[in-house]
Structures are given as C-alpha cells and as structure tokens.
C-alpha cells in the first residue's frame, strides 16, 4: 500500500513538474521597432531586419512578451554601435517598451534581453538567445550631407520659389541659416533644411540682387557645417524644370 502511495505520488509530481516545464517553455518575445521612414509613413520591423537612413530618427521598440501572464519579468534594451572597438552597449534601457532617437551615424546594433521568473522556475531570452539563430535589429544613420544653391527665383512659376537646402541633405541634427541683405540686415532665419526662404521682408517682397546666406549646422556623423555664401535673387528669371541655376 506504502508502494503505491509513494508511486501515486511520484507520478503527481512528474505530472506537475512536465506541466510547469511545458508552460515556462511556451513563453516567448516578439520584439519590433517602430518609425517614420522619410516618407512620413510609419514602418514596422523585427529582429533581424534592418533601416538605413537619414538621422534623427526616433524608433518605438517593444519587447512584446507572449505567454508570460503570472511571470515576474526583467528587461534590458542594448544599444551597441559596430566599430568602436568593444562590445559593450553605448545605452541600456531597463523599460519593457523604449523610444530613442539617433543621432549618431553609424550601424547600431539593438537587443531586448527578458528574464521571467516564477518562484524557482526562470525563462531566459539574453546572450545565448540572441547570439544564436535569433539576430538583433539593426539600425544604419548615413553620414551627413549639406549644400546650399547660390540663387532662386520667387516669381510664383512654382519652380525655384524658395531659397533652401539642395535635396538630398541628410543626417543633420542641426541646423540653423539667416538671409542678410548688403547691409548686414537680417532678413530671415529658419532652424529646419526642409524650410527656407520666400524672398520677403515684414510680408513684402525684397529686390532683386544679391543677398547673403550663413548656415551652421552638425551632422550625425560629428561633420559640422559653416557655410557661406551669396544668394542671387532673380524674381525675373524664367526657369524650367532642368534648368541649372540652382546647382
């Protein structure tokens, strides 16, 4: 009778133990990061998939854990930037979800570590995990470009309208120009390079003529920018779309 006893229980025991085993291992993590690409659209991605582009650039990350109701958990966000020579993390966030922009240019390495617990049972999702099949995100921030044109033509032909920053600028985390006339007047200022200048003065139009343009700004790759130069104002000229005045 003591035999089958001790059997019975043994056998609530295994029981049991495979049912806690079976459910710590159905615990797991489904990380994303989340930005707005440089069309404005929002854009999800996942471990081991990448983005490269201009900086700053603000991502969402979530750690998204499934099947951990119950659990105690612990959380480490590791950001890392490939060729500075060590391995250690540049930043880490102690959040189940995180928000950071970068500013640095480079290819940034993230990883969500989790642990959950529950009495003696633990779940890991660190170093092992993340070293195995399962890859990080991985974030690339271009370096820094930044040109300005040496004339434009408000005229309303919609074309050449606003004095601004030639396309493709990029990687800029900051940046500040003014427009002075011959006499040193400050005209105009803006402190975004998709911005720029109408050719006004207090709601009236300026003259035609030369005028001045002085930018400072940095980039994401530590680059900073002093630019200046004339800005010929040509409200009489008549462009088309090809037309190399800009350049």
Known sequence: MLNMVMRHSLCIF??????????????????TATY?????????????????????LKVHFECNPIGAEGWDAYYEWRFTLEGEGTQEPYLIRYDKDTEYTFTKAGSHRIVCYATFTRGNESVEFTEEYWSGESLPFSIGISESKLEMPNAFSPNGDGINDIYKAKPGYQSLVSFK??????????LYEWNDPAGGWDGTYKGSDVADG?????????GADGRTYKIKRDVNLLRGFIESTSSGMTE
């Not at 133990?17 to 993590?29: H, T, V, W």
């Open 14 to 31: 295994l029981t049991c133990f495979g049912l806690a085993d079976s459910m710590a291992q159905e615990i797991s993590i489904d990380p």
């Open 177 to 186: 120009a003014s427009i002075f006339n011959r006499w040193g007047r400050k």
């Open 36 to 56: 707005l690409d440089e069309d404005g659209t929002e854009t999800t991605i996942r471990p081991g998939e990448s983005y490269n582009g201009s900086a700053p």
């Open 210 to 218: 030369v005028y001045f343009v002085l930018v400072e700004a940095k």
